[in-house]
C-alpha cells in the first residue's frame, strides 16, 4: 500500500515537472478532477474524468504555457488518510510572454480503497495574479530555497521577497491556514 501522501508528491512531481507518464502512479484509472476556478486570470475546464483526460489538463497541456513551476503543500496528510484537504501556492513563469503567475486555492483529495490512489481531486483556484517578468528572477529563487512540496505558510511569510502581491498572498494563506487541533474542534 502507498501512503496518500507518496500519491500527492507523485502527482506534484509529474506536474511541476511535465511527467505525464507518473499520473498512472497517482490516480486510479477512472479518476475525477474537479476544477473551481474562482479568478478570471486563469481557465480549466471544470470537470475531468479519466486519467487520460487528467494528465492532459494538469500536466501536457499546463506544461505547454508554463515552466519554471514550483507547488507547495501547506500540510502534509496523516498517515492512513483516505481523504485530505489543503492549502496550496504555485509559482511559475509563462512561456510565451515571460510573466510570473503566483496563484493559491486549496486541494480536497480522496482516495477510495487500499490502494491509496487518487479517484477524486478537487482544486479550488482562489487567486492566480499575473506579474511582470523582471519579477521572476526573485520570486522563483524564493520559491527555490522553500522546502517542496511540503512548506508551512510560517516559513512562506519569513522568506517572501518585498514585493506585495506576494506579501498579500502569503498573509492570506497563513490566515486561512488550520492546523490538526482545528479540524479536530479545537482540542
Not at 478532477?33 to 470537470?47: A, G, N, R, S, Y
Not at 483516505?82 to 496563484?103: D, H, I, Q, Y
Not at 479517484?119 to 522563483?140: A, F, Q, V
Request: glycine content about 6%; proline content about 7%.
Amino acid at each position: 500500500m502507498m501512503p496518500l501522501r507518496r500519491s500527492i508528491e507523485t502527482y506534484i512531481f509529474a506536474k511541476d515537472r511535465n511527467r505525464p507518464h507518473l499520473l498512472s502512479r497517482a490516480f486510479s484509472a477512472d479518476a475525477e478532477l474537479v476544477i473551481d476556478v474562482k479568478t478570471d486570470e486563469i481557465t480549466f475546464p471544470t470537470t475531468t474524468k479519466g486519467l487520460p483526460g487528467i494528465s492532459a489538463v494538469v500536466v501536457s497541456e499546463f506544461a505547454q504555457r508554463y515552466e519554471n513551476i514550483y507547488t507547495f503543500c501547506m500540510e502534509i496528510p496523516p498517515d492512513g488518510a483516505a481523504a485530505f484537504r489543503c492549502n496550496w501556492l504555485v509559482c511559475m513563469t509563462e512561456k510565451l510572454s515571460g510573466a510570473v503567475r503566483v496563484g493559491f486555492g486549496n486541494y480536497e483529495w480522496c482516495c477510495r480503497d487500499d490502494s491509496n490512489l487518487i479517484s477524486r481531486l478537487k482544486i479550488t483556484i482562489e487567486e492566480m495574479r499575473n506579474l511582470p517578468g523582471e519579477l521572476g528572477d526573485s520570486i522563483l529563487e524564493w520559491a527555490s530555497m522553500l522546502p517542496y512540496p511540503w512548506c508551512s505558510p510560517d516559513l512562506l511569510l519569513q522568506n517572501a521577497p518585498d514585493i506585495p502581491v506576494i506579501q498579500e498572498i502569503v498573509a492570506s494563506l497563513a490566515h486561512c491556514q488550520s492546523g490538526p487541533a482545528d479540524l479536530a474542534g479545537g482540542h
